[in-house]
């Protein structure tokens, strides 16, 4: 059974930071690129970052500079630290785990709540 279970968000201030984990189980992580994606209120949801295996990074332009990505394969882990937010970034941030090859094998987390207001 597969699982993804991200963990650290919730209420900052705008020019915070906050740093999401996914933990997941069930895959062989190294076998999985591994993203994150948002999905505001009332709008679509939409990449935020994505990361080979091999450590390939694609960034959306209104993160990048700000948020980073990161995976430790031997935790079956991945990280988003989040620098320097903004109200726009407040969102429900999800988990994705992508296989390189059989695309039909793609895994969503549940979801954490992100908000940036002061």
């Known amino acids: 059974q597969v699982q993804l279970v991200e963990s650290g968000g919730g209420l900052v201030q705008p020019g915070g930071s906050l740093r999401l984990s996914c933990a997941a189980s069930g895959i062989v992580f190294s076998l999985y690129r591994m993203g994150w994606y948002r999905q505001a209120h009332g709008k679509q949801r939409e990449s935020v970052v994505n990361l080979t295996s091999g450590g390939t990074t694609h960034y959306a332009d209104s993160v990048k500079g700000r948020f980073t990505i990161s995976r430790d394969n031997a935790k079956n882990t991945v990280y988003l630290q989040m620098n320097s937010l903004k109200p726009e970034d407040t969102a429900v941030y999800y988990c994705?785990?992508?296989?390189?090859?059989?695309?039909?094998?793609?895994?969503w987390g549940q979801g954490t709540q992100v908000t940036v207001s002061s």
């Open positions: 994705n785990a992508r296989h390189v090859t059989v695309r039909t094998l793609d895994y």
